[in-house]
């Protein structure tokens, strides 16, 4: 036996330290998995790089003298930002073609005619109004659907037919009532309103609220309640309060409650909508008694 081996203090044997990069498939799925789940889309290098370091050695060189720095370009707009300033622009032609309209027919003509919404390309029909123009009582809508669409009337699908029974839970019907909607047109896969096209035919609403001069406004939903109410509380805090809405010198009384689509995904909530249709309907008979002030024809239906 040699020295060296004698003498050597024992040691534990080394252990080899296993590849880094010898690993499963699993963990590696597993690992790109969580790379993604991070919003980790695009790999920049299989190496990692000190980008800092980089910027310093970039600053502490050479600067370009003044006529070689090219000026910076302004800043784009948000995509959001720049919607607005054409929908406002959209939103002055409605209003100035609104102005012009004196009855139902020639409003439902211009916004037929009107074309600087982009929901009119994507709609089958321009869906304009139901109901009795004569009637005391006004139902405003968020946006036709599938049904309405197809057919071209306000509230004629599943959510309509329970519009329907409401109310006849309170003694009224089509006839007795008039129903629009704040779009009169369809968005594409029934989804919500945009800011933008809200503000572009909320001028059609108004003037078509100023041609009937309800005497009640019963708005059905956020969208219509915010377009109209103009506050930011959502439909759980509007509903079953009365507000006033001016139209043309009048102040008509208003009333939010929850759309009837609303109502059928959430049923539990028919007794709320219940107890906003009672309020509307004793408005109605205090108006049909007297004439409160303010307020318009209290011998309407």
């Known amino acids: ?9 024992s040691r534990p044997p080394l252990r080899r330290r296993p590849d880094a990069r010898a690993i499963s498939e699993a963990d590696a799925l597993a690992a790109l998995h969580f790379l993604v789940l991070s919003g980790i889309r695009d790999i920049a290098g299989h190496e990692p ?34 919607a607005l300033q054409g929908a406002d622009s959209a939103r002055r032609s409605a209003a100035e073609l609104a102005a012009q ?3 139902l027919a020639s409003l439902k003509a211009a916004i037929e005619s009107f074309d600087q919404c982009a929901l009119r390309a994507t709609a089958t029909h321009t ?10 009582l006004m139902i405003v809508g968020e946006a036709p659907g599938r049904e309405e669409d197809r057919l071209g009337k306000p509230f004629v699908g599943e959510s309509g037919r329970l519009l329907d029974r409401m109310l006849a839970a ?70 079953g309060r009365w507000f006033d809405y001016a139209a043309a010198g009048d102040r008509i ?10 109502l059928l995904r959430q049923p539990e909530q028919k007794r709320r909508a219940w107890e906003d249709l009672l309020k509307i309907q004793e408005k109605l008979e205090r108006n049909r008694e007297s004439a409160e002030p303010g307020q318009n024809r209290p011998d309407r239906q």
């Open 1 to 9: 036996m040699s020295t060296t081996d004698t003498d050597a203090p």
């Open 49 to 82: 790089a000190d980008h800092f370091a980089r910027s310093r050695k970039t600053t502490t060189s050479s600067a370009p003298g003044p006529q070689s720095r090219a000026a910076a370009p302004p800043p784009a707009a948000p995509p959001v930002q720049t």
């Open 101 to 103: 309209c004196n009855d």
């Open 127 to 136: 869906v304009f109004a139901d109901g009795n123009p004569e009637a005391a």
């Open 170 to 239: 309170i003694g009224r019907d089509r006839d007795s009532t008039y129903i629009t909607n704040v779009l009169p047109w369809r968005p594409p896969g029934n989804r919500k309103p945009t800011p933008a096209e809200i503000t572009i035919c909320l001028p059609f609403l108004k003037r078509h609220i100023e041609l009937i001069r309800p005497q009640v406004l019963f708005l059905t939903g956020g969208v219509a309640a915010g377009a109209l109410l103009e506050r930011r509380e959502g439909i759980t805090r509007l509903r």
């Open 253 to 262: 009384p208003v009333m939010a409650s929850f759309h009837p689509a609303f």
